[in-house]
């Protein structure tokens, strides 16, 4: 069955660019109708969604965070990346990669999230 | 909007049913999912769809939904059901954007 791991530094410098990538097993990532998301979460707060990727490359991303958000994905080494930039304080927090789905039934539309990676902390502090 | 609004913090009985509730306009055009999350664990798909649950589920969680409302039931609650739930469902701005659900803690007594 698919699994996914997050990789990356656990601690970033106020300004500096949080990068993070997610390796996928168990399955390519190119493999079926999915997309490919990020999802973090402050320490004691609830889940935000960041973005997600085809492995087209289309990619969409939250609007809030919209303007510093690059996702990319390299199906040759299966993985997916977030790039977050101009960090601060705020965007400290665990950080979840996770399988996106989204299909037609019954006449909607139907999105969940499955499997999960295990989450990483980024902190960013100087 | 794409705001998904959850009660805070919710308790039930051992063995007894709860309801959780996540309101928010885009239910109107989208099922909801489910998760639950325990303390330090990442969070884990337990309903999705109509009323669809992942293997290994336990068949006392069912999912609903009406209008603007989705509803997580657990029947028979059990102490390792005590967790935060979260809702997710998609915008409606086209491009099915996601968004998650305020949080509801979950207190087994």
């Known amino acids: 069955q698919v699994q996914l791991q997050e990789s990356g530094p656990g601690l970033v410098k106020p300004s500096q660019t949080l990068s993070l990538t997610c390796t996928v097993s168990g399955g390519s990532i190119s493999s079926g109708s999915y997309y490919w998301s990020w999802i973090r979460q402050p320490a004691g707060k609830g889940l935000e969604w960041i973005g997600r990727i085809y492995t087209s490359g289309s990619t969409n991303y939250n609007p809030s965070l919209k303007s510093r958000v690059t996702i990319s994905v390299d199906t040759s080494k299966n993985q997916f990346s977030l790039k977050l930039s101009s960090v601060t304080a705020a965007d400290t927090a665990v950080y979840y990669c996770?399988?996106?789905?989204?299909?037609?039934?019954?006449?909607?539309?139907?999105?969940?999230?499955?499997?999960w990676g295990q989450g990483t902390l980024v902190t960013v502090s100087s | 909007s794409s705001e998904l609004t959850q009660d805070p913090a919710v308790s039930v009985a051992l063995g007894q049913t709860v309801r959780i509730t996540c309101q928010g306009d885009s239910l109107r055009s989208y099922y909801a999912s489910w998760y639950q999350q325990k303390p330090g664990q990442a969070p884990v798909l337990v309903i999705y769809g109509k009323n669809n649950r992942p293997s290994g589920i336990p068949d006392r969680f069912s999912g609903s939904s009406s209008g603007n409302t989705a509803s997580l039931t657990i029947t028979g609650a059990q102490a390792e059901d005590e967790a935060d739930y979260y809702c997710n469902s998609r915008d409606s701005s086209g491009n099915h954007l996601s968004v998650f659900g305020t949080g509801t803690k979950v207190t087994v007594l």
């Open positions: 996770a399988r996106d789905h989204l299909v037609a039934a019954a006449g909607t539309l139907v999105g969940w999230f499955d499997p």
